[in-house]
């Protein structure tokens, strides 16, 4: 059987803490980063129990351009096989009336970290073969999404970008999946200042433990996309085929306050 050395990046909670669990249930040696370092170190201590033989965690600001280089460093060191890339938030309201620095820093942890850690990674990924990458999007990347503009669109660059290096990178060793999860109960909505929305979203949400059930499994069967739970395929699949103008209106009446 494969021994995984996993770097999680976002896991101090939520799907990226789920995606920690579900790796420790397969064994797999953990690095985990994010800002919040006791969150991380409860994670640890549950991974433990689910039955990771070694944890490390790192606490970074992975929106910090000067992060990058470290936690490739830190990974490399740790000689990991699978990349994680979870770590992302979305920031909802009128683009005009956000700031920009606040964009920006969204706009770095959501792809400029991404990708920097895959591409500082693959020669380390390749050396490890067989390797996994699994990046997180979301089903807000098939449509353009009214108050969620940046962040919607950051998601539809994960999963163009993911699904083209899938293809430069399969016959390398490296298998690179894009994880596209629908509403899921994490600390997202609060993050995202989409409290408004919270009801609606509950209604539809899965878990993170599902999320992270579904998405590793796809990771390990080199899938290049992975849509988990019924609802979330079926929009995946009837969102293309419907005019877009509709699509967007009805999604803006979705996030949009009452
Ligand atoms: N929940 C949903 O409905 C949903 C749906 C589709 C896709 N997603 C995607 O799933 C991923 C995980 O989100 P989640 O739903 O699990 O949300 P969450 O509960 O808010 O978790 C976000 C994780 O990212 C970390 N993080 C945030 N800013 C960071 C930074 N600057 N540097 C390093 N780590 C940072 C957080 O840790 P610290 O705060 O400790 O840094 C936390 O571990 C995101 O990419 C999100 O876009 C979520």
Redesign the pocket.
């Known amino acids: 059987m494969q021994k995984f050395k996993t770097l999680i990046?976002?896991?101090?909670?939520?799907?990226?803490?789920a995606l920690a669990y579900e790796m420790s249930k397969r064994g797999s040696e953990l690095f985990l980063?994010?800002?919040?370092r006791e969150?991380?170190e409860r994670v640890a201590d549950e991974c433990k129990k689910l039955g990771s033989p070694v944890v490390k965690v790192s606490s970074?600001?992975?929106?910090d351009a000067k992060s990058w280089d470290a936690v490739a460093s830190e990974a490399e060191a740790f000689d990991i096989n699978v990349l994680i890339n979870?770590?992302?938030?979305?920031l909802w309201g009128q683009f005009a009336e956000q700031g920009l620095d606040e964009l920006y820093q969204n706009m770095r942890?959501?792809m400029d970290a991404v990708v920097t850690l895959t591409h500082r990674l693959i020669p380390q990924l390749k050396r490890a073969q067989p390797s996994y990458v699994l990046n997180?999007?979301?089903?807000?990347a098939y449509q353009a999404l009214p108050t969620f503009a940046v962040y919607a669109a950051s998601?539809s660059f994960v999963l163009s970008w993911s699904r083209a290096i899938h293809h430069e990178l399969k016959r390398q060793g490296v298998s690179v999946t894009a994880l596209v999860?629908?509403?899921?109960d994490?600390?997202?909505?609060d993050?995202a200042g989409l409290q408004h929305a919270a009801e609606a979203?509950k209604k539809v949400?899965m878990s993170?433990e599902s999320v992270a059930r579904i998405g590793i499994d796809g990771m390990l069967r080199g899938r290049v996309e992975v849509v988990p739970g019924f609802i979330n395929k079926l929009s995946a699949h009837a969102i293309p085929l419907l005019p877009k103008q509709l699509i967007e209106k009805a999604a803006a009446s979705l996030y949009n306050k009452k």
């Open positions: 990046t976002g896991a101090s909670q939520g799907i990226g803490a980063v994010a800002r919040s969150k991380l970074y600001d992975l929106s979870n770590a992302g938030y979305g942890l959501n997180v999007s979301s089903t807000t998601k999860p629908g509403a899921t994490t600390g997202f909505i993050r979203a949400s993170a």
